[in-house]
């Protein structure tokens, strides 16, 4: 199974990256209420401030190494592109820049099935 290519615009997110890559190795996209949400979302430190922060162990190295383009896992049974847990989109965009948990978040490929 080929990996859904993501782009996240969550710059809130600890494992953003500029350029709007995401540093996690894995996502998982959940259902929030009517929508569908990224779980992975991790609240960048508010004392770091907007810049780019990489968790410790998602080395900017580790973007080279194609961790840059995450695993996306899918709990969200009722969206068609759903797959035995994982999403089958060619490509996803996570948005919710102003988020500060991840219901904040939302998946933009979330398509009722």
């Not at 996209?29 to 968790?55: H, Q, Y």
């Amino acid at each position: 199974m080929s990996r859904t290519m993501t782009e996240c615009m969550v710059n809130t997110c600890a494992y953003w990256v500029p350029g709007n890559s995401c540093s996690a190795d894995t996502i998982e996209v959940v259902s929030s209420g009517p929508d569908a949400s990224c779980s992975t979302f991790t609240l960048r430190s508010s004392v770091e401030g907007p810049e780019m922060k990489i968790l410790p162990q998602h080395t900017t190295s580790s973007l080279t190494q194609g961790s840059a383009n995450p695993e996306v896992l899918c709990s969200v049974r009722q969206c068609r592109h759903n797959r035995d847990g994982y999403c089958e989109a060619d490509n996803i965009k996570i948005m919710g820049s102003t988020a500060q948990r991840h219901s904040d978040t939302e998946c933009d490929m979330f398509e009722p099935a």
